[in-house]
């Protein structure tokens, strides 16, 4: 994970604030307090994945890009997580890269309701809105976009219901549930179909 994270966020996308060591990603948010989502193959290797950071502790929208509220009051609570760090493996590309995105998105909105989280915020680039609502989520924007060293930022809020998440799945014809266990406690493992599903999942890097 930490290393695909340096692969996509460090290397393709040459974000010059992230920092890396020996190749792997990680930032001072990637503590205990984190879950993370991943997909694996049968073989247990991490195809895509992302990061919840709780809002009532340090998180990357408050602690680092507040101004792009615009003096909005920044979403915070126990309903409400932060979602960073959503990425699809470089190594998947076309129709199953976009099937990922699918059954992670489908993954992250299981887990929020089985959580009794109601919303999520991000600082995103501005390119990622339409993507985000195309999957059928409802997206508002916090505040106003902000360019940026390699792009154009903005704060968003996404609803988090069960019928976004419904719309989801027929969007993207996922016909049930795909969270597949919790092992452990911090991270959970995304069925991935016809594409296989690991049977466990260390915490260490990937």
Same mark, same amino acid.
């Given at each position: 994970?930490?290393?695909? !994270?340096?692969?996509?966020? @460090? $290397? ?8 890396? @060591? ?7 948010? %990637?503590?205990? *307090? ?17 990061? #919840? ?7 990357? +929208?408050? %602690? #680092? ?8 009051? &920044?979403?915070?609570?126990? %309903? ?5 760090? +959503? ?12 099937? #990922?995105?699918? #059954?992670?998105?489908?993954?992250? +909105? ?8 109601? !919303?999520?915020?991000? @600082? ?14 409802? $997206?508002?924007?916090? /505040?106003?976009?902000?360019?940026? %060293?390699? /792009? $154009?930022? $903005? ?13 989801? !799945?027929?969007? !993207? *014809? ?8 919790? @092992?452990?406690?911090? +991270? ?8 296989? &599903? *690991? ?8």
């Amino acid at each position: 994970m930490y290393r695909q !994270r340096h692969d996509i966020y @460090v $290397v393709r996308r040459k974000w010059r604030a992230l920092k890396s @060591v020996a190749g792997l990603e990680k930032d001072q948010f %990637d503590t205990a *307090g984190a879950t993370y989502l991943l997909a694996l193959d049968q073989t247990g290797k991490v195809l895509a994945g992302l990061r #919840l950071l709780p809002t009532g502790g340090p998180h990357l +929208f408050a %602690d #680092l890009y507040p101004h792009l509220a615009r003096g909005q009051t &920044i979403p915070r609570g126990s %309903d409400t997580l932060e979602l960073t760090r +959503f990425y699809v493996s470089a190594a998947v590309r076309g129709a199953p890269a976009r099937r #990922l995105v699918g #059954l992670l998105a489908a993954a992250l +909105f299981e887990h929020c309701l089985q959580s009794e989280v109601r !919303r999520l915020t991000s @600082v995103v680039d501005t390119f990622l809105v339409p993507r985000m609502e195309s999957l059928g989520w409802q $997206v508002r924007m916090l /505040g106003a976009p902000e360019r940026y %060293d390699e /792009g $154009v930022a $903005v704060a968003v809020e996404i609803a988090v219901t069960r019928a976004a998440l419904e719309e989801m !799945r027929r969007r !993207r *014809g996922i016909e049930r549930g795909v969270l597949q266990k919790r @092992v452990p406690r911090r +991270f959970e493992v995304v069925g991935l179909g016809s594409l296989g &599903i *690991g049977s466990a999942l260390a915490s260490g890097p990937t």
